[in-house]
């Protein structure tokens, strides 16, 4: 069994400040973890994955996770945040089997 | 690369319809294939597992004879919503499953947005 659990269902930084946006995973097996981005009526675009190689992931657009078994978490970070990145964050977890559980994503508001 | 095209983008049919949406993986072969379901400000619910050659496999809840799935080939797969009422409006997502050296990678299709009047 598998879950992914965002802490934060909206979340609000400024323009340039780091963003952060929390994901913790339950998994009976090694997980493999993403990070997803959907903006507004269109499909999900990989950000990055964790697939038990480094602990820390870089993906596009600046972002990058940093992968924390003793914690069980995958949190998203990204030093700046640009107006560009306002959109909806899933974190998603699968035991290695082609199934990919979501979290309820995370909202982020970029403020001028 | 691994491009996942959906059609339409957007539909709107009256109660008691039936409507197809497709889904295709444009340059590489995808023996198995999802479909979700997302309501507004929610997260994407699996609905099933489309299997080529194979029947879906449906997640609980989900009627199968409501939404009929189809894996004729490696590249694509088509959900039917038979006899659509207003609660079936959603948007619906599909993502084709690719596999990498290490893993599997799941690439999504944009979305078809359904309205039921």
């Known amino acids: 069994a598998q879950s992914v659990t965002q802490l934060g269902s909206h979340v609000s930084v400024s323009e340039g400040a780091l963003v952060l946006l929390r994901c913790n995973y339950s998994?009976?097996?090694?997980?493999?973890l993403f990070w997803y981005v959907q903006y507004p009526n269109q499909g999900l675009q990989l950000l990055l994955k964790y697939t038990s190689a480094a602990t820390l992931v870089k993906g596009i657009n600046g972002f990058e996770a940093e992968f924390k078994k003793s914690e069980t978490s995958f949190h998203l970070t990204k030093p700046s945040a640009h107006m560009s990145d306002a959109a909806e964050y899933f974190c998603a977890v699968t035991g290695g089997y082609q199934k990919v559980t979501f979290g309820i994503g995370t909202k982020l508001q970029v403020i001028p | 690369g691994a491009v996942v095209s959906q059609h339409p983008s957007w539909v709107i049919c009256k109660s008691g319809t039936s409507v197809k949406i497709e889904c295709r993986s444009l340059?590489?072969?995808?023996?198995?294939m999802f479909w979700y379901r997302q309501f507004p400000k929610q997260s994407l619910m699996l609905m099933a597992t489309s299997n080529e050659g194979s029947k879906a496999t449906y997640e609980q809840g989900v009627e199968k004879d409501k939404f009929l799935i189809n894996h004729a080939s490696l590249t694509l797969s088509t959900l039917t919503v038979t006899s659509a009422h207003p609660e079936d409006s959603s948007f619906y997502i599909c993502?084709?499953?690719?596999?990498?050296?290490?893993?599997?990678?799941?690439?999504f299709g944009p979305g078809t947005r359904l309205t039921v009047t």
């Open positions: 993502s084709a499953s690719l596999r990498t050296r290490d893993s599997y990678e799941q690439y």
């Open positions: 340059d590489f072969q995808a023996t198995t």
């Open positions: 998994s009976s097996v090694p997980p493999y």
